[in-house]
């Protein structure tokens, strides 16, 4: 089992795995994401089938497979934190320096929470069931993160 | 009429001339037909950038006839059903001349039901992205040696202990025996061209993500000690691209490439770019 | 009933931090060569193996379509070679029916992961993620695990002791194991005294990043009771996929952990999973994940994995005898290593590690975000 060959012609080499991509967001993500940035309305889908609100939007009800294309509808930009954790390793791939939170946090109206960056709080004082409130980004990045982050807010 | 998707047939005919766009219909003439069954039958006739519609019998004299029931009709204009996929299921057909049908649809604005207002168009959202992870990639021993062995400007190869092939790169082994490789042998660095891939479009490098330089030159080359189809894979010089001239063995015919000789990078490093490409060996 | 199909030869090579000295394609010959050795077969058309099934991933090989360049060390060349893209107990799932079927009578499974060769395995999982909503707030496997980490410590009776002896265990176990011979060997003050990672994951709760390859000859009965003197047999096996949205799943209810189980149970015949299995191997890629595996499988009463850490439990039931994953295994080869460790204690083959007179297994796989897609496969001898 234990590989103990002539390890004298072994060397490594630097290289990269670089991939260019073009990804789509879809009829439906592209919607949720124009009416996120111009509109700063955050949208979700219902499905009448089993009357979940789901955020982020899809085009399909994963548990009743009904299409879910055109029933939007808004959810609030405030809600409230149903779980969180703190990331403190740093790694090329984070949008922040370590250490921040990802949160997980039930919009008002909506069924599905999302995981977001929570900020304006010391990592140690954020709680289950706290209050925040969305903090629209200035500049766009045709993402989820045309929300910047959450803040907490008043309940 | 019959109504579909809670749309009377008759109003998604009745509007395409007020539909048409004129300013784009210059140079267009003729008659398109529109057949809906049980729906009825009706003749567009183009001329001079201006369309006129009327129920017809006989459609002989038209272009192009498109065939349909009345439903799909309205389900393709309402965006409700895929114009492409009714094809494929037959439940559209369009004889005649297809092309030209094709141009007339797209002078058509969009049907809008009665009372509704036109949405804007939903804007696209695309992201473009590299995706970039850094890698140490491990040559293991087999690799290893054959790399070094460029360092030193030496093409070397592993030949199979049972049927003899050379693999250049080597393989740890016989891939057709299924054996370790023992053997190593230097080949070439010179040698005779049989295969040449001109590349006009190239993919993204994964090792950079950026797209290299085209056209360029893969080509196979059979080193000198090499037989058969053991070629090793590199560059040709970009400049020679049109005065290389591949060999081939067809029914035991010998038919010689152009000589080549590898061009060595100053700085070596023990990797595949040691070599720059192979040249003519004028 | 189908016929039965059984596991007849185990290897692997050592799971190190580092195997900077060799590429894939080394570490799989080191897994191939002993496997034909053990069963005395060979890739020949008419009687060899009848196919390969690779396990792999293109992003951790950094090459797309990874297998390709694996063909001629899996025997695979100009044969039958599939892959699996996902975590590695799936190939024998693949091997199984594609034996039950009749398509093949015997098939090779082999794995390779170099976790190393990546600059993080964070990044590598972060590209399991979308574009448009969860990558860019930065998710990847360890911090989907913080979250559910949160959410099961809330409802559960686990604490940061608790998970401290998990992972001191773990590394006493591995002292057992050849093939982990750099796990860390850490005292519970150790563990608890590390940094958090992904609160409430600490460093050390996670399983250390690692190179290595494992692989297995399958075959239907009558050909494996003639190439194997102790044929591990596979009686059951279910999987079961989750949401992919975090948002979208109570992360701490173990849902498809419960249905891959129940699946596999049905197959296996087993009514009640309790006491029925003289050795278990589960997927702990963190600390937590063992007592919450445990109760997704049914085998630790829901909510009670602390009380089962404290009263002695994971020794009692021998679960994770090998040290698993947080002694080291690659992500991809989770799974596939512990119903490796499985067959080996049911061949009698485990060495110091061995538990005595064993007859019956269960080996757990897990990949995606926090326990998206769990896998559950029955092993027993006769």
């Known amino acids: 089992m234990q590989s103990d060959f002539d390890t004298s012609d072994c060397y490594t080499i630097e290289g990269k795995l670089a991939l260019p991509y073009t990804y789509f967001a879809g009829r439906v993500g592209s919607r949720f994401i124009t009416t996120l940035r111009d509109q700063h309305k955050i949208m979700g889908v219902r499905c009448a089938a089993c009357d979940t609100v789901f955020v982020p939007p899809r085009q399909t009800c994963e548990r009743c497979l009904g299409d879910l294309t055109d029933s939007w509808c808004e959810v609030g930009s405030r809600g409230r934190v149903v779980n969180f954790t703190v990331v403190r390793y740093p790694d090329r791939h984070l949008p922040r320096p370590v250490p921040f939170v990802l949160a997980m946090i039930l919009l008002e109206g909506a069924d599905t929470p999302i995981v977001h960056l929570l900020e304006g709080i010391p990592p140690e004082q954020v709680a289950v069931d706290m209050a925040v409130e969305a903090v629209f980004a200035e500049t766009t990045t045709n993402t989820i993160r045309d929300i910047d982050h959450f803040k907490p807010c008043d309940a | ?282 | 009933m189908a016929r039965r199909v059984g596991i007849c030869a185990v290897a692997q090579t050592t799971y190190q931090r580092d195997k900077w000295h060799e590429r894939f394609q080394g570490m799989a010959l080191e897994v191939l060569e002993p496997l034909l050795a053990q069963t005395g077969l060979d890739f020949s058309e008419d009687k060899g193996i009848g196919m390969s099934i690779s396990v792999s991933d293109d992003i951790f090989d950094a090459r797309t379509i990874s297998d390709n360049g694996m063909t001629d060390v899996l025997g695979a060349h100009m044969r039958c070679e599939e892959k699996i893209a996902q975590e590695g107990i799936q190939a024998l799932y693949y091997g199984l029916a594609a034996i039950q079927g009749g398509h093949v009578d015997t098939a090779l499974v082999l794995g390779h992961c170099k976790e190393s060769q990546g600059q993080s395995r964070n990044m590598v999982t972060h590209m399991a993620f979308d574009p448009f909503y969860t990558r860019p707030v930065g998710l990847d496997f360890t911090a989907a695990a913080g979250l559910q980490a949160q959410a099961y410590a809330d409802r559960s009776d686990v604490g940061d002791t608790h998970l401290a002896d998990i992972v001191a265990r773990a590394g006493r176990m591995a002292q057992l194991n050849p093939a982990t011979p750099e796990a860390p060997v850490l005292t519970r003050e150790e563990v608890l005294a590390s940094p958090m990672l992904a609160d409430p994951i600490r460093a050390h709760h996670a399983y250390p990043v690692s190179d290595g390859a494992v692989g297995m000859i399958l075959a239907a009965e009558e050909t494996a009771l003639a190439i194997c003197d102790h044929p591990v047999w596979i009686t059951g096996v279910g999987n079961c996929m989750d949401s992919f949205f975090l948002g979208d799943r109570d992360l701490a209810s173990n849902f498809a952990l419960k249905q891959a189980a129940a699946r596999a149970y049905q197959r296996a015949g087993i009514d009640q999973p309790r006491d029925r299995f003289d050795v278990v191997e589960v997927s702990d890629q963190f600390a937590y994940q063992q007592p919450m595996w445990m109760e997704g499988l049914g085998l630790v009463d829901e909510g009670c994995g602390g009380a089962w850490i404290a009263g002695g439990g994971p020794d009692a039931m021998n679960v994770n005898r090998s040290g698993g994953m947080l002694a080291g295994n690659p992500l991809i080869l989770g799974g596939l290593v512990r119903a490796a460790e499985v067959a080996l204690q049911l061949m009698g083959l485990a060495g110091e590690r061995q538990v005595a007179d064993a007859r019956r297994g269960l080996a757990h796989g897990v990949m995606g975000p926090a326990g998206q897609f769990h896998s559950v496969a029955i092993l027993e001898r006769d």
Request: charged letters at 25%; proline letters at 6%; aromatic letters at 8%.
């Open chain 2, 1 to 282: 009429m019959t109504t579909y998707f809670g749309v009377d047939v008759a109003d998604v005919i009745e509007t395409m001339p007020s539909r048409f766009r004129k300013e784009a219909a210059a140079g267009i003439a003729g008659s398109f037909g529109y057949d809906l069954g049980e729906a009825g039958r009706w003749r567009l006739a183009v001329r001079d950038g201006d369309a006129a519609l009327a129920p017809a019998e006989d459609l002989d004299d038209c272009l192009a006839v498109v065939a349909t029931d009345p439903q799909t009709f309205v389900g393709i204009q309402l965006g409700k059903i895929d114009a492409t996929e009714a094809m494929a299921l037959q439940k559209l057909t369009v004889a005649g001349d297809r092309g030209a049908f094709g141009s007339i649809t797209r002078l058509f604005q969009k049907y809008l039901p009665p009372g509704e207002e036109a949405l804007p168009e939903t804007e696209l959202v695309v992201l473009k992205q590299t995706i970039s992870v850094d890698q140490t990639f491990a040559t293991g021993p087999v690799m290893g040696r054959f790399l070094k062995g460029l360092k030193e400007k030496k093409i070397l190869a592993m030949r199979c202990p049972v049927c003899g092939r050379l693999q250049s790169p080597p393989r740890e082994i016989c891939a057709v025996c299924r054996v370790r490789n023992t053997e190593w042998v230097e080949i070439g660095p010179k040698g005779e061209m049989r295969m040449l891939e001109y590349v006009y479009y190239a993919s993204p490098d994964p090792l950079t993500g950026e797209t290299r330089e085209t056209p360029y030159g893969a080509i196979g080359v059979l080193l000198d000690g090499c037989r058969d189809e053991e070629v090793f894979w590199h560059l040709l010089n970009p400049a020679q691209l049109d005065r290389v001239q591949m060999g081939s063995v067809i029914d035991g015919q010998v038919r010689h490439g152009s000589r080549l000789r590898p061009v060595w990078a100053e700085n070596r490093t023990g990797s595949i770019d040691d070599i720059q490409y192979f040249e003519l060996d004028d």
